[in-house]
């Protein structure tokens, strides 16, 4: 399956950015390093290695620019769970917990970028599997999650989040599409990477970089590091207003975006370069938050980095020794681009492959051909969209100069229109 290449898609996956205010949850997702000796000894999770200590390869696949891995929950068939730094702990679909028979207790809210909190309860001990290795969450989030499916194209079953990564040394692979992941005390690296310090608040991650914005200096930030988000870089609304990040842009376009708690609106522009260790990022294509509510209005960080950045690299997390390494692999230097023809499809029905239009950009290859909100592309050029995946289909809009001839299902009536792809922002 193709990811989003070298671009962020149009209808941004924020990721799941939860802030979890179940104090049983957020006590048992801290990372170890930080806790008492006595405390890790106690609550130290059962965690079991195949063979060694380590896990490696664990082949993972790439949908909508987001990781998902196959994990087994208590011994359950595979599920698919997305890998989200930005997840304060491991989070479970409601109805998959039902399925397996998962007892489900508690109750409180967690807010995700959308504006409105979700319901959730909690399970405890459960075990999850992956290819070479086990462990025991002692608590799980469990919530709605399928929500996000038609965002994605695909279904998410759960989340691995902040917890799985404090136990661990994972190391993503984005160009071989694997994960190894290491026991810490047994890790050493020795690399050509750049190792950059990690700081921790509310179970996620953050680096500091610095922004360039047209005609001033460039300011240093705090950004959370999201692998769990399909965009490139998003800056939080507190920061765009503050620092009239919107003034600067030369142009800028509306963007739906929706992860846990909904969707939101941001607009989507170019900054001029983003600095991550020694590693300049130019002409970086940048969402710019304006919500007043939810994680994206969080005045604590200057913004999420994503897997749109992530993927140019082969990125370690070593949460025991608070960094994260960066090795560059042959997609750095790609141009950042974005969706060309104006058109933000999610995927619906039982298989996700009625691909239907959620948005359309204003004086765009989409709006001047007379498409609308709620048009169902059945087929692109010769190929019928029910055997293509979402994301390929948005990798396919984002040919600058392509011409693409549209099957449109409109009620009951069928039309065909013709695009020609040209860059937005």
Same mark, same amino acid.
């Given at each position: 399956?193709?990811?989003?290449?070298?671009?962020?898609?149009?209808?941004?996956?924020?990721?799941?950015?939860?802030? *979890?205010?179940?104090?049983?949850?957020? %006590?048992?997702?801290?990372?170890?390093?930080?806790?008492?000796?006595?405390?890790?000894?106690?609550?130290?999770?059962?965690?079991?290695?195949?063979?060694?200590?380590?896990?490696?390869? $664990?082949?993972f696949?790439?949908?909508?620019?987001?990781?998902?891995?196959?994990?087994?929950?208590?011994?359950?068939?595979?599920?698919?769970? $997305?890998?989200?730094?930005?997840?304060?702990?491991?989070?479970?679909? $409601?109805?998959?917990?039902?399925?397996?028979?998962?007892?489900?207790?508690?109750?409180?809210?967690?807010?995700?970028?959308?504006?409105?909190?979700?319901?959730?309860g909690? %399970?405890?001990?459960?075990?999850?599997?992956?290819?070479?290795?086990?462990?025991?969450?002692?608590?799980?989030?469990?919530?709605?999650?399928?929500?996000?499916?038609?965002?994605?194209?695909?279904?998410?079953?759960?989340?691995?989040?902040?917890?799985f990564?404090?136990?661990?040394?994972?190391?993503?692979?984005?160009?071989?599409?694997?994960?190894?992941?290491?026991?810490?005390?047994?890790?050493?690296?020795?690399?050509?990477?750049?190792?950059? =310090?990690?700081?921790?608040?509310?179970?996620?991650?953050?680096?500091?970089?610095?922004?360039?914005?047209?005609?001033?200096?460039?300011?240093?930030?705090?950004?959370?590091?999201?692998?769990?988000? #399909?965009?490139?870089?998003?800056?939080?609304?507190?920061?765009?207003?503050?620092?009239?990040?919107?003034?600067?842009?030369?142009? #800028?376009?509306?963007?739906?975006s929706?992860?846990?708690?909904?969707?939101?609106?941001?607009?989507?522009?170019?900054?001029?370069?983003?600095?991550l260790?020694?590693f300049?990022?130019?002409?970086?294509?940048?969402?710019?938050?304006?919500?007043?509510?939810?994680?994206?209005?969080?005045?604590?960080?200057?913004?999420?980095?994503?897997?749109?950045?992530?993927?140019?690299?082969?990125? *370690?997390?070593?949460?025991?020794?608070?960094? +994260?390494?960066?090795?560059?692999?042959?997609?750095?230097?790609e141009?950042?681009?974005?969706? +060309?023809?104006? *058109?933000?499809?999610?995927?619906?029905?039982?298989?996700?492959?009625?691909?239907?239009?959620?948005?359309i950009?204003?004086?765009? =290859?989409? #709006?001047?051909?007379?498409?609308?909100?709620?048009?169902? *592309?059945?087929?692109?050029?010769?190929?019928?969209?029910?055997?293509?995946?979402?994301?390929?289909?948005?990798e396919?809009?984002?040919?600058?100069?392509?011409e693409?001839?549209?099957?449109?299902?409109?009620?009951?009536q069928? #039309?065909?229109?013709?695009?020609?792809?040209?860059?937005?922002?």
């Amino acid at each position: 399956m193709k990811s989003c290449g070298a671009s962020t898609c149009r209808l941004i996956l924020l990721g799941i950015l939860l802030l *979890i205010p179940l104090r049983e949850a957020c %006590a048992n997702v801290q990372p170890q390093s930080n806790r008492p000796a006595q405390n890790r000894q106690q609550s130290a999770p059962l965690i079991c290695f195949a063979s060694g200590a380590s896990a490696l390869p $664990i082949p993972f696949q790439l949908a909508s620019n987001v990781i998902f891995l196959q994990v087994r929950v208590n011994g359950s068939e595979p599920l698919w769970f $997305i890998l989200d730094t930005g997840a304060a702990g491991t989070l479970l679909d $409601i109805t998959r917990a039902k399925a397996l028979g998962i007892k489900v207790s508690g109750g409180g809210n967690v807010e995700g970028v959308g504006e409105t909190s979700v319901a959730a309860g909690m %399970a405890k001990n459960v075990s999850f599997g992956l290819p070479g290795v086990d462990f025991q969450a002692r608590v799980v989030v469990v919530l709605p999650l399928s929500n996000l499916n038609r965002y994605i194209g695909r279904v998410v079953d759960g989340v691995l989040g902040h917890d799985f990564f404090s136990r661990y040394v994972v190391e993503i692979d984005y160009a071989a599409r694997v994960i190894n992941v290491y026991e810490p005390k047994d890790f050493k690296y020795s690399g050509p990477g750049d190792s950059i =310090p990690l700081e921790f608040k509310d179970n996620a991650s953050s680096v500091r970089a610095r922004l360039g914005l047209p005609g001033r200096a460039p300011i240093e930030g705090n950004f959370r590091i999201d692998t769990g988000g #399909s965009h490139t870089l998003i800056l939080h609304s507190p920061f765009v207003k503050t620092q009239k990040v919107m003034e600067s842009m030369a142009r #800028s376009i509306a963007a739906p975006s929706a992860g846990l708690g909904g969707e939101t609106s941001i607009r989507l522009g170019r900054v001029q370069g983003l600095q991550l260790g020694r590693f300049a990022l130019e002409n970086v294509v940048t969402g710019l938050a304006v919500s007043a509510k939810g994680a994206l209005a969080n005045p604590d960080l200057t913004g999420n980095i994503g897997d749109g950045i992530l993927r140019r690299f082969k990125v *370690i997390f070593d949460y025991r020794n608070h960094r +994260m390494i960066l090795e560059p692999n042959d997609h750095l230097r790609e141009p950042f681009e974005s969706d +060309m023809s104006g *058109i933000v499809l999610t995927g619906e029905g039982v298989r996700l492959d009625a691909f239907t239009i959620f948005y359309i950009t204003e004086n765009s =290859p989409a #709006s001047e051909a007379g498409l609308r909100v709620g048009d169902i *592309i059945a087929a692109i050029d010769d190929k019928v969209c029910s055997g293509l995946a979402l994301d390929e289909v948005r990798e396919m809009f984002k040919q600058k100069g392509r011409e693409y001839l549209l099957s449109i299902k409109r009620g009951a009536q069928t #039309s065909q229109v013709k695009i020609k792809l040209r860059s937005l922002v």
